[in-house]
């Protein structure tokens, strides 16, 4: 098992010939990732690397091959658009890697998606992968390996440093899901740990969040009711100065709630093992396992 | 993006909000002609990206336009949170009845543009929720139907009793809504609302801060930004398509992605050292992003050592092995550099990096330690 993805994600790259989309469709070709559609519109007819097929829209990419999943590398001016065509063909599972959509416009696009069951992970996410299994989005493939540790993380290159610290250690991941650094994403930790605690293949379960927004706090108390597995988490921006915006939209700290003191203090409080760094992440494992 | 009051107040009035006379001033002496053109009594205030105003001395009130031109001396060109103010806001002193405060942000948790009104306006909101919390009023709308009358009405009763005021209340607050999209807005205030005592209801002061992903799709909008306001380097990341913010610290740190550049300044003070700036080259190769990087690294002079953390993913390690010989040959660095890099490429801008004279470690610990250590020598 793993979590969202797995061998039978069938995926459509939206923005299959584009400068990212190309590149990391071949990627994940590479992997082993079922793509089976590219969607480009104006270049409905041609083969991506003379094997998937390029559409004009998704909802013909879903018609012709079934896919099930999108992934959205257009950029951020018609990015939005990209998901609600997504939702709109009956997508069950979008990953928008995109960064820079303004948040007007995903307050519009999340109830979108959401009447029509879909669900949206990102945007301004490095996307998800099951080692071995499927991987859909940006993170490298290589760093990864499969095994029974579940990874949520808000961050992008954070997420590989973790990775990178499990695997070298010899501990291997069931799925690792980027959620995303916006201050709106269509998938948050609580959706991620639910599904972890879910997941017959999940042993224990790495969060790592940021300072900014209440998410963590949530996400602690729900770990606190609800997640029997065991849990490490990570804060960045330990040394951030309040109210400045550290690069993610979402890492802004407003008010006492979004500080990383009292999100690790939450964190400890339902029980969770706090990281003061990266590199800790192994031993709390160990010790919790 | 801040939006200066006065830029504020120009947005508000275009979507028909009620807002009194104002003209902006750069010299005392066209603070002098403005206060002459409204005559009476004026307030003179500056315009700078930063709260407390009043506390610290930019918000003045004059009798007369010599007054006004004395005061606009004293505050252009003084220094507020660090701070230079350029402009100054001349506008007749209102006669004030009641002070109100109405404001818009996007709220994560309902994932809903939230409508917040209280009573108690004209000082810090934030102030006034964790005293009296029960003096705050707050509506998640939902942006399919936007601000629907009836809401707006409700809200409107929440801060007068006086039918045509909280009629003129609520007309105020769908306007702000409207103005919140039609500008990209990720905050929109109106504190004080005020009450005059003929009864009318006006925006006395406003802020609006814009989402920066707006920018590029409303270049009327991105034509406000105020650059002589903003802090010089800041300038400088953001025209190279950088994040950077500037700490008190020493160790100056270039990192790919806001994550792990947090993660990066947070093992610095773990180290015992304190991070000289946030810096996010981002997700893209550019080997000219790294110079420009460096560059601004370089140039604070509390900069002791530099540090490099990249695990490439996008960014690739060959590209940045190239852009920082390429920095290094445009100015000699004065100080220590560790490099971290690992990722995609990583042998490839290892060897270039040897090439060039530099070493590059693979663990981030190691890493920030020796940062650390080597801007504590130089220091010593």
């Keep these: 098992m793993s979590i969202f993805i797995d061998k039978n994600t069938r995926l459509v790259v939206q923005g299959i010939t584009g400068r990212d989309g190309s590149f990391h469709a071949k990627q994940m070709i590479a992997y082993g990732t079922k793509v089976v559609a590219g969607v480009t519109p104006g270049k409905g007819g041609q083969r991506f690397e003379d094997t998937v097929p390029v559409f004009n829209t998704v909802a013909e990419a879903v018609h012709e091959t079934q896919a099930n999943t999108s992934v959205i590398y257009v950029p951020a001016a018609v990015a939005a658009s990209a998901i609600f065509e997504a939702a709109d063909a009956g997508i069950g599972l979008i990953i928008c890697i995109t960064e820079g959509i303004p948040v007007l416009d995903m307050t519009r696009v999340l109830p979108f998606v959401h009447e029509r069951g879909a669900r949206l992970i990102g945007p301004n996410c490095p996307g998800l992968i099951s080692p071995n299994k499927s991987k859909v989005g940006i993170i490298p493939g290589n760093i990864c390996k499969p095994g029974n540790i579940g990874l949520v993380s808000r961050s992008g290159t954070l997420t590989y440093e973790i990775i990178h610290q499990l695997t070298t250690h010899g501990l291997g991941q069931s799925t690792c899901v980027g959620i995303g650094g916006d201050p709106l994403i269509g998938t948050n930790f609580i959706h991620c740990l639910e599904a972890f605690q879910a997941d017959a293949e999940t042993a224990a379960i790495v969060m790592i969040g940021e300072i900014g927004g209440t998410d963590e706090q949530q996400a602690a108390e729900f770990v606190k009711h609800k997640v029997k597995k065991p849990v490490v988490g990570f804060i960045a921006g330990q040394t951030a100065p309040p109210g400045r915006r550290m690069g993610h939209a979402g890492a802004i700290i407003s008010g006492a709630s979004g500080t990383a003191a009292d999100k690790m203090a939450a964190l400890q409080d339902a029980g969770i093992s706090v990281m003061k760094r990266p590199a800790d992440v192994v031993p709390l494992l160990k010790e919790r396992m | ?380």
């Design chain 2, 1 to 380: 993006m801040n939006l200066h009051e006065y830029q504020a107040r120009d947005i508000l009035r275009r979507h028909g909000i009620p807002v009194p006379p104002g003209e902006v001033a750069s010299t005392p002496a066209e603070a002098r002609a403005i206060a002459e053109r409204f005559g009476g009594k004026v307030v003179v205030k500056a315009q700078v990206h930063a709260g407390g105003r009043g506390k610290a001395g930019g918000v003045r009130l004059a009798k007369t336009a010599t007054e006004a031109e004395a005061h606009a001396k004293a505050i252009l060109g003084m220094t507020i949170k660090g701070l230079t103010v350029h402009k100054v806001l001349v506008a007749p002193a209102a006669d004030i009845a009641s002070e109100s405060y109405v404001g818009i942000i996007v709220d994560r948790a309902s994932q809903r543009p939230m409508l917040i009104v209280s009573p108690a306006g004209g000082i810090d909101i934030e102030e006034v929720a964790a005293k009296t919390p029960e003096q705050i009023h707050k509506l998640a709308i939902d942006p399919r139907y936007g601000l629907l009358a009836h809401q707006a009405l409700t809200q409107g009763f929440a801060l007068y009793r006086d039918v045509k005021q909280a009629r003129a209340a609520a007309d105020i607050m769908q306007k702000l809504y409207t103005a919140v999209y039609a500008a990209g807005a990720s905050l929109a205030e109106i504190n004080p609302l005020v009450t005059t005592p003929d009864g009318s209801v006006q925006a006395l002061d406003a802020k609006i801060s814009i989402d920066d992903n707006e920018l590029e799709r409303r270049p009327d909008i991105a034509a406000l930004r105020d650059v002589s306001a903003e802090a010089p380097e800041e300038v400088a990341a953001r025209e190279a398509g950088l994040t950077f913010i500037k700490l008190d610290g020493y160790v100056g740190c270039c990192v790919n992605g806001a994550g792990l550049a947090m993660a990066t300044m947070d093992l610095v003070k773990y180290y015992g050292g304190e991070p000289a700036n946030f810096l996010d080259i981002g997700g893209s190769s550019n080997p000219q992003k790294v110079v420009a990087a460096l560059r601004i690294i370089t140039g604070d002079p509390n900069v002791k050592s530099i540090l490099f953390n990249i695990f490439g993913g996008i960014t690739r390690g060959d590209d940045v092995a190239n852009g920082i010989v390429q920095a290094t040959k445009e100015f000699p660095l004065k100080v220590p550099m560790v490099i971290r890099l690992t990722g995609t490429n990583e042998r490839e801008g290892i060897a270039i990096l040897e090439r060039a004279g530099f070493a590059a470690l693979a663990d981030m610990d190691e890493a920030v330690k020796q940062a650390v250590a080597k801007a504590k020598g130089k220091a010593a």
